[in-house]
């Protein structure tokens, strides 16, 4: 079996399933998520080497470059393979390198979604995800535009990431969603409530900054017990990171990304490690 076909699948809806262990484009991009990647070849061969590897939900957004990531994803890879789910996102706008700015306005959700078909060369975006709520925007007003563009033909599926529990219960009250991406890792489990509720109803759960490498995950506790288990079993903190994430929810559809091939077969090898329920209670 293809290394991220071992994790297991999970189905969006009812009519996309997926192997477990997906890939986010975000670094195939220039340093900064900012400006094509220093050697734009090997960001090819990144994704083409995903592929290959079994991968066949692929994570992006409009903000990663800006349009680069999606850009890259197209060059490398169309015409795409049979049963590859490319989802992308809306809603952050990136007028400079260090600003990531909500733009949750229905016009510019609409352009936004139009100018991503275009650049990912599809006539439908299978899972079009909200980014970020706009605090300045309804959420009402945001979530709706995007159940028309379902409703036209041009999104298959729904997401929204960086949501709380009742704003997942907000947009799920118009429009079906299918997932949430947010931020979760052995080290950050603030958004347990939202897990608790995709678990439940059957959404997918999509973790980002899986890997637990920013300062900000640099605490004690089950970060340390994590990491003197992978020392143990010989595997990297990032591999342990994702065995962790695909042990602790079904609904979980981890998507570590990388610029680098060799740390994309590390990463992709997790898939097949399994932790056992009291290796779990250990770690916390």
Not at 86 to 92: F, L, N, Q, R, V
Not at 93 to 101: E, F, K, Q
Not at 158 to 183: C, T, Y
Request: aromatic letters at 4%.
């Amino acid at each position: 079996m293809q290394s991220s076909g071992m994790a297991g699948t999970i189905t969006l809806g009812r009519d996309k399933t997926v192997n477990r262990l997906g890939f986010g484009a975000m670094r195939v991009t220039g340093e900064g998520i900012w400006g094509d990647p220093p050697d734009v070849a090997e960001a090819r061969r990144v994704l083409q080497r995903a592929v290959e590897l079994g991968v066949n939900f692929i994570d992006t957004a409009d903000s990663y470059g800006p349009e680069v990531s999606e850009r890259l994803i197209a060059e490398a890879l169309h015409p795409y393979p049979k049963g590859l789910l490319i989802a992308t996102k809306g809603g952050i706008v990136r007028p400079a390198r260090d600003r990531w700015d909500r733009d949750g306005r229905p016009g510019h959700l609409r352009a936004a979604c139009e100018a991503s078909l275009k650049r990912l060369r599809l006539d439908r975006i299978d899972l079009y995800q909200l980014h970020a709520i706009d605090p300045n925007v309804p959420l009402e007003d945001s979530i709706g535009e995007l159940a028309r563009l379902k409703d036209e033909g041009k999104i298959r599926h729904v997401g929204v990431s960086n949501v709380d529990v009742h704003e997942l219960a907000k947009a799920r009250a118009i429009v079906d969603i299918v997932s949430v991406q947010n931020r979760y890792n052995v080290s950050d489990r603030s958004s347990d409530p939202v897990l608790d509720a995709c678990e439940r109803d059957g959404l997918a759960f999509i973790p980002w900054s899986p890997l637990a490498q920013s300062p900000r995950d640099s605490g004690a506790g089950s970060r340390e017990a994590l990491a003197a288990w992978a020392e143990k079993r010989g595997l990297s903190f990032p591999q342990a990171a994702i065995v962790w994430l695909l042990a602790r929810s079904p609904a979980m559809l981890p998507i570590p990304g990388t610029s680098r091939r060799t740390h994309l077969d590390e990463n992709l090898a997790a898939a097949a490690v399994r932790l056992t329920p009291g290796e779990m209670r250990a770690i916390g």
